[in-house]
């Protein structure tokens, strides 16, 4: 009777132990962050995760929204409206930003209407990543010295393209996005964009030969111009 006690108990530790070790090692689904004003967004930016808009927001100053720690940042069919002369969002050191869009249906977009660009890597931080899967960037006006009206990634960052559009941006060197590192673009668009002076490279994408630059699938790369007219899609410099 005693060893068929022993047997019972013993069965009820493995099975106890069981869950628990189930539940230590099972994923547990992470929580979506919703903002819907400019300083909730930028506190949870502050601690990454996954982040949803359930508004338009708009910010007035000149300091960007920072990237300081992995970020998975949805537009939702909202917009994020920078009214500076700088970029939108900036990344620190090591963090990836992954932009994508739940809502495709209605307006959604990053944008400026001044002087600026959607997003920036700084030439101080290496080992970043931007991910677009989804949304608009526009609107980015750089001034004639300056690079990369959408998007800027400097040595040791990459950027990956699976969806989204680029549209709308001008710069001097890459309207589009300027690359001086890695690139790879597997789909989205990068259209209607502009180089805006004479001795300008890349209205769609300005590349820099010392990275890599890879193309697959079916991505658009059309409609890119300098100030000329002259239709730009990718210059290698």
Known sequence: MKHKSNKIVNF?????????LLQMFTPTAQAVTQVS????????LSNGGD????????NNGNDPLTISKN???DLNGFGILMTGNKEVIKIDKNQTLTLLDSNPNTTHY???????????????????????????ITGGIEPA????????????????????????????????????????????SITGNTVISDDGHGGGVCFNNIGSLKISGSPNITGNFNVGGVQQRITFI
Do not use: C, P
């Open 110 to 136: 990053i944008t400026l209407n001044e002087q600026g660009r959607g997003i920036s890597v700084s030439t101080t931080q290496t080992g970043n990543a931007i991910e677009v899967k989804g949304g608009y």
């Open 51 to 58: 982040i949803q808009l359930t508004a338009d927001i708009i």
């Open 37 to 44: 004003t400019l300083d909730v967004l930028k506190s949870a």
């Open 12 to 20: 009820m530790f493995m099975l106890a132990m069981s869950v628990l």
């Open 71 to 73: 970020t998975s940042l």
């Open 145 to 188: 010295s300056h690079h990369g009206g959408g998007i800027i990634v400097y040595t040791q960052s990459t950027l990956k393209m699976r969806g989204g559009s680029i549209i709308g941006n001008t710069a001097n060197y890459g309207g589009g996005v300027y690359v001086a590192w890695r690139f790879e673009m597997s789909g989205g």
